[in-house]
Each structure stands twice: as C-alpha cells, then as structure tokens.
C-alpha cells in the first residue's frame, strides 16, 4: 500500500468517526427539510431529462401495452429478483431484508459493517438489489405515459418507506458509495417521469430533494480510489453529475457536478485501453461502465455541460469493441466476472448489450453497429429522444457492414470472423488479468477461446456463479480449468489470494494477426507457467482456413523437463457431444454441427455437473448455474512439445460411428 494510499485511508476513517457522531444530527435536518416550490418547480422545467420530454401516451404507442403490465405487477410488488426469479416483496417493503436467504439486516452504522460477512448479512448482491430504487422508474415511466395517478402514488409511497426504514449513513444499502450513486440515477430518472405529479405534490419533491442532497453530501466525501476506482468510481461520478444538472438549483450541486465531470473526464480514459477495451478485462463491466458514462454524457450534451471529443471518441471505441463481439441477436459472450447488475431499468424487454449498439449507432452514426433491421429499442428512444427513431430506421446495413475480423491489440483480443458458407465467430483471449493491483473482477483464461457459428453458441465461457466468498464455484468459474485453455501441473495459470484479488498475474502477448478473406491467423503466448521450477512457456496459434471450413489450431509448450496438461473444452448447455473413436468428439447445437479433433497423444474425458473434480458447470446469470458438456484431454510432455487440433464445421457422423458408440456417449 503506498503513502499516498495510506493517507486516503485515514482521512476517510476521520470522516467516518465525524459522520458517525452527526449523522443524526444530519438525518433529523433532512427529514425536515422542505422544498422551495417556487425555486423547484420552474428549475426542473428548464431541464431536459435525456429523451423523457418527447414522448407521450401516442407516440410510445409500442411499448405502452408492455409498460401497464409492467407496473402492475410492481404495483403488486413482484420483482424480478436474481436467481430467485420473480418473488413477492410484501405489502410493505421491507429496504433491509435479504430475501434470498430471509435475513432481516440491522440498522447499523453502515461504513463500518462487513457487508462481506455472509453469515450475518446473506450474499450482497441480493440486500443491495431493492434499495437501488430502480424498479420504481418503470412505475413512474407508467404515470408518464398514462397519467395515472396510482402509479405516481406508489413510487411515492416506496421511497417514503425506504427513507423511513434507511436513515441517513444506517444499513446495507449506504455500505457501499456506488449504492448511492445508482440510487441518484433512478431518482433523476424518476422526477424526468414524474413533473407533472411533483407540481401538485411538495411533499414528495421534498423528500426527493432532500435524498439528493443526502446523497451527495455521502459520495463527494466518499468517492472510490486507488484499488476500489474501477467501475465503483464511474457510478459514483455518474449520480453526483446527473443530480448535479438535474437539481442545479440546490446549494452546491452545479460545482459537485463539474467535479463529477472532471472525475469522468479522467476515468474514461484511465480506465480503457486505447483500443476502447475496459481495463477490467470483462464484458459485463464495460457494458455497465459504458451506461454510465452515456448517461453522463448524453444528459451533459443535452444541457450545456458538453464533455470533450476525446471523451465520446473513447464511448465510441467501447461500443465498436462490444459490437465486435456480438452476434446478430444480441448474444455476447462471458468474458471475466459477470453480476447481472444494471444501471437503468427503462424497458423489460431490451437488453443492455441491444441498448448500447442501438444508440452508439445513432449517436456515431455507424450503421455496423445496428445488429438488427427493426426500430430503435424503447431503452434507446428514451435516451435519445424521438428524433434519434427515424434516423436508426434509415441505417440500412448492408454485406460490407457484417462482421470482419479484428484485434485489438492493446486489450487484448482478436475476433476471427466470415466464412464461406457459414457465420463464424472466434474471440480469441491474449489480454491483462484485470485492472489495477487488485484485478478483481478477471479470471484466469489466457489464451481462451469462444466460437459462434451462424450465432449459435458452441464453445462458451463458463460464466462467474457467484461472488460468494464461502462457495468454493466462485474460485471455480475464474479458475484457468473453466477456460478453454491449458492447465499445466494442475495449477492456475496466475495464482488468487482472495475472492477478489490475485497474487501472481500471468502476461499474455501477441505474437501475431494477420488477416485475409481466405486465411485468418492469430498466435499469442503468457508466462503464468514461467513461475515454476522448470519454466514453461505456453503458447497457442489458430489457423482459420475460411473457404475450406476448417479451424487449425496448436499448444506449444517449451520447457526441459516432464510437465502434464490438461487442454479444456466447454460447450454450450444446448450442446451434444459424442464420441466417435479416438480424440475425435462430434458437437450440435441446432443445426450447426462442428468434429473437434484433438492431438492423438491426449486422452479425453467428458464431465457433466461433476462435484469432484468440479467441472461440466455453465453459467449465464448470477448465482445460477446448470450442468453442460466439458472436456478435458489429458497428456503428458517432456521438452519443447507441441499439440496440434482442428475443428472442421458440418462434420456429420457416419453409421459406422454410430455403431461404434456405447450407450452412455449417445445420451451424453
């Protein structure tokens, strides 16, 4: 920890023992503050809340049907909630429970409690879910569109009882900054909803103001460094923005947002590589990082806080990188950890990944980034406005716009696409652990692959499970085992200390990309197995053979003594695997068909929802996780060593192979 870490962490504490003997103090003149409904009113008519002013009931004809449903069942206080699907919250909601595990948290001073300590609190994610406020904006998007005062009154109702049962600095939901910088998201989005409901209604306006200022008053003093400025710090810089322009009118809130501004300004860039990779070397984090900074930035543009060109130029290498990955159906692989957090719930059926290629593609004006031919997705018009619809409807995409192959060199990645017949997608990993000295949200895949084949997913990324540190499958879904890479010795290629923190980070680096329409090539190598006492090096290379339907690839292994590898296969849940003699494996999922070839010095073994060793796991959401096919080929080496594969596409198995099955491989 350095000096200058050191010194944050006292001053924080100091504020912590300040804020602990005032936040009574503190609460008692929030809860009696009162709004100035002659400064208020006309303030918030002069903003432009992103595209909310744009549309009424007529004009978001589309989703109004969609929207009803939605908020009666919230209404009726069903939410969706994480792995436990959609549940019942109770006649009155209960802003402290942990509903996963029926735990009633208690209202302690929240900077001090360990909301790590599973025993007392239960799993974080699921106490941190409700009080993010953000299923109260399809509630007040409802009263937006149909002007239904019963909608109005339930988002006021809900947010009365979370101030009552939450008091300023108490509780779970005030643990952790970034809660409150979320919390500020929905409230801003919740008063573009509600105007015309806050101009009858002072009290509420009240409440939500004083909320703010609360808020803010928390995250100005609390924002994340050092091994916490990751996306942490980008939410928190985000809601003291937002509430900044929002509610200029409040003391002190237009310079806590040109702050905030700056604080983002800096972050984007700090915390991207140049080719627009988010240093935290996971998907579901940059999508998330981005929402962040696009809300910032769009509601900034909107009202004369424009952020600088350098700032939209990185938003838009995000995007073109996020494009690249996915498929025509708004399927993105797992790369890294992944905890179906979101910033903004605007429409129950879009999601994140959809909303920001739809926007990006207007807000560039790239039409490669339009994954599909429809209309602008209501997430989308609701960020932009209704000008952004004709102008996403007019983007014809064409064959040049189809996916090419790309690499990006400084994150990490090379994306191997095309094909003479069919649509094929190789994401090929050679990128960083993580970021900063934690790199706590990466995982131990270096050198893995993913392949789609007409936007059916074959080989997969196994997901993340949990964030529990108590469950032994979080160790697991970032070990180098749940990859599809190479194990060598039985060890990780780098080595973890904590659920979220690694000691030993292995390097990857590129040694080679070149493209062309009838021959793709990529090779890069790490160091994670340098570490040992006989180093060893590993180093992989694809060969994609595009007009003859053929994907070559090699584990080169240097080193002087004897070392055993384990080389992993994951396939889709949806997936079949049969074995047809020797190292030759048939894999189908719908109609795509592909024969994996392996080296015939490896021995394969199929797992499927194995407990010892655990293996034959997939995971696509938090804290859900389903068996699937994995494939572990074994052998030993001495020396410089190299193994060569193939998978061929449309491979079809014979009837002499069929024969030649037993039982168990058939029904695998």
Wanted: proline share 3%; aromatic share 12%; glycine share 8%.
């Amino acid at each position: 920890m350095s000096p200058a870490e050191v010194m944050w962490r006292v001053k924080k504490l100091g504020w912590q023992m300040s804020a602990r003997a005032l936040c009574g103090k503190w609460q008692g003149a929030y809860s009696q503050y009162q709004v100035n409904a002659q400064v208020s009113c006309p303030a918030l008519d002069g903003v432009k809340f992103w595209g909310i002013g744009d549309f009424d009931k007529v004009s978001s004809e589309p989703w109004l049907a969609d929207t009803i449903a939605w908020a009666e069942d919230l209404c009726k206080h069903k939410f969706k909630y994480l792995a436990l699907g959609e549940i019942d919250l109770g006649e009155r909601v209960n802003w402290n429970h942990e509903y996963k595990h029926n735990i009633d948290t208690p209202l302690l001073f929240a900077p001090w409690m360990d909301y790590r300590d599973n025993q007392r609190y239960g799993d974080f994610k699921y106490f941190w879910e409700v009080p993010r406020l953000q299923h109260l904006v399809p509630l007040a998007k409802a009263y937006h569109l149909t002007g239904e005062q019963r909608y109005a009154q339930e988002v006021e109702q809900q947010l009365e009882a979370y101030c009552d049962q939450t008091p300023y600095l108490k509780g779970v939901s005030w643990t952790v900054a970034m809660e409150a910088g979320l919390r500020l998201i929905s409230l801003c989005w919740i008063v573009g909803f509600l105007k015309g409901y806050l101009r009858k209604n002072s009290s509420l306006l009240s409440r939500i103001e004083a909320m703010v200022l609360s808020h803010v008053r928390y995250l100005k003093s609390n924002y994340s460094r050092f091994s916490s400025a990751n996306n942490h710090l980008v939410g928190e810089a985000t809601g003291v923005f937002v509430a900044g322009v929002c509610f200029a009118h409040l003391p002190g809130l237009s310079r806590y947002a040109k702050q905030a501004q700056a604080i983002l300004e800096r972050e984007i860039l700090l915390q991207h590589h140049d080719d627009g990779v988010n240093k935290e070397q996971t998907v579901h984090y940059q999508v998330f990082a981005w929402w962040f900074f696009f809300i910032a930035g769009q509601l900034g543009r909107l009202n004369g806080m424009q952020f600088s060109s350098d700032y939209w130029s990185m938003l838009e290498r995000n995007a073109e990188f996020i494009a690249a990955l996915g498929d025509n159906h708004s399927n993105i692989p797992q790369i890294g950890d992944s905890d179906d957090g979101r910033v903004l719930l605007l429409s129950k059926k879009d999601d994140d990944f959809e909303t920001l290629l739809d926007a990006s593609a207007v807000c560039f004006e790239r039409k490669d980034f339009k994954k599909h031919h429809g209309s602008l997705c209501e997430a989308g018009a609701w960020l932009l406005g209704s000008d952004a619809m004709p102008l996403f409807e007019q983007m014809k995409v064409t064959s040049e716009d189809e996916p090419k192959s790309m690499q990006f060199p400084v994150g990490g990645y090379a994306i191997l696409s095309g094909g003479a017949n069919q649509k094929v997608k190789i994401v090929f990993d050679c990128g960083p652990l993580g970021f900063g000295s934690l790199a706590a949200h990466g995982h131990a895949d270096a050198l893995s692959f993913i392949l789609t084949i007409d936007d059916v997913p074959l080989l997969v990324d196994t997901g993340t499970y949990t964030y529990n540190k108590n469950d032994a499958y979080r160790n697991y879904f970032r070990s180098t085992a749940a990859h599809n890479t190479c194990v060598v010795d039985g060890l990780d290629q780098s080595c973890m200390t904590g659920p979220f923190i690694w000691g030993f980070r292995a390097e990857s680096i590129f040694e080679e990309m070149a493209t062309s329409p009838e021959v793709d090539i990529v090779a890069g190598y790490h160091n994670g197995y340098e570490r040992l006492e006989d180093p060893v090096t590993h180093l992989r290379r694809f060969v994609y053979r595009k007009q003859d339907s053929i994907i070559e690839f090699d584990d080169e292994f240097k080193c002087e003594q004897e070392h055993t590898v384990d080389i992993y296969f994951h396939f889709h849940p949806d997936c079949t695997v049969r074995h047809l003699e020797e190292s030759r494996y048939q894999i189908e999922n719908k109609d795509v068909k592909i024969q994996l070839n392996m080296d015939p010095r490896l021995k394969g073994e199929l797992f499927c929802e194995s407990e010892e060793p655990v293996a034959g796991w997939f995971s696509d959401h938090y804290d859900v996780k389903v068996p699937c096919l994995t494939l572990k080929a074994t052998g030993i080496f001495t020396g410089d060593t190299k193994f060569s594969h193939s998978i061929q596409f449309g491979a079809e198995v014979s009837q002499e192979d069929l024969l030649g099955m037993t039982e168990s491989e058939l029904t695998l």
